[in-house]
């Protein structure tokens, strides 16, 4: 397990949901990709509602259902790995926006290994 603890970058990669990469979702190929890179880890967060450079609006709302509501990938780890991880991006995104934060990690623990929740 990757052991991680203050300074570290968040990067935030804003895409749409339809967005794919080899017939299959792209925010499964970044999240793929970035556990084979060994970074400390992924999340995927769905949006309700958003727009990007194209000023399209995306919702769930019940009269205008969105087939490409708006994805959040957020990964955290060492300055040094997600820079390193950067040009994979380059590679996937065709459209969206990628972002970094500087942040500070104050608690990263996973379960032991073989343990169950």
């Known amino acids: 397990m990757t052991s991680l603890n203050?300074?570290?970058l968040r990067l935030t990669v804003f895409i749409g949901e339809s967005d794919t990469w080899h017939h299959k979702p792209l925010f499964t190929e970044i999240v793929h990709r970035a556990h084979r890179a060994g970074l400390a880890g992924a999340s995927?967060?769905?949006?309700i509602e958003g727009y990007g450079a194209s000023s399209h609006i995306h919702t769930t709302r019940l009269l205008s259902l969105s087939e490409d509501l708006p994805v959040a990938i957020v990964i955290v780890d060492?300055?040094?790995?997600?820079?390193?991880?950067l040009p994979q991006l380059d590679e996937l995104?065709?459209?969206?926006?990628?972002?970094?934060?500087?942040?500070?990690v104050i608690r990263y623990v996973g379960r032991?290994?073989?343990?169950t929740k």
């Open 44 to 47: 995927v967060f769905r949006g």
């Open 78 to 85: 060492a300055a040094d790995r997600i820079r390193a991880f």
């Open 112 to 115: 032991p290994a073989g343990a």
């Open 6 to 8: 203050g300074a570290a």
């Open 93 to 104: 995104v065709s459209e969206g926006l990628a972002i970094l934060d500087e942040v500070d």
